[in-house]
Nanobody, 119 residues
Framework: QVQLVESGGGLVQAGGSLRLSCAAS????????MGWFRQAPGKEREFVAA????????YYADSVKGRFTVSGDNAKKRVYLQMNSLKPEDTAIYYC????????????WGQGTQVTVSS
């Protein structure tokens, strides 16, 4: 089992920055990947960024490349999402997720943290 808790969301003006944090506990050593997703009102959940620990690779959605940076510690205890140059369309609930298998769907999810970008 993995427990995930997000923090760092809030209200920010367009062009501003926020840093989200995800604290993980439980079987963190078994995590193959941890990622960030977001869901805006009336929209489907959307992939944002991820760290694949086993492959030593980082992935970003095209919509956030050059603006967002995902990072984490080697113990797989925390994952961060630095968000710069925020736009109103970034407004969403942001979720941290973990996958304990080499591939497939993410298994565990945090409760989410609200990010609101005003224009």
């Amino acid at each position: 089992q993995v427990q995930l808790v997000e923090s760092g969301g809030g209200l920010v003006q367009a062009g501003g920055s926020l840093r989200l944090s995800c604290a993980a506990s439980g079987r963190t050593f078994s995590s193959y990947a941890m990622g960030w997703f977001r869901q805006a009102p009336g929209k489907e959940r959307e992939f944002v960024a991820a760290i694949n620990w086993s492959a030593n690779r980082i992935y970003y959605a095209d919509s956030v490349k050059g603006r967002f940076t995902v990072s984490g510690d080697n113990a797989k205890k925390r994952v961060y999402l630095q968000m710069n140059s925020l736009k109103p369309e970034d407004t969403a609930i942001y979720y941290c997720a973990s996958r304990l298998r080499p591939s497939g769907e993410y298994d565990y999810w945090g409760q989410g943290t609200q990010v609101t970008v005003s224009s």
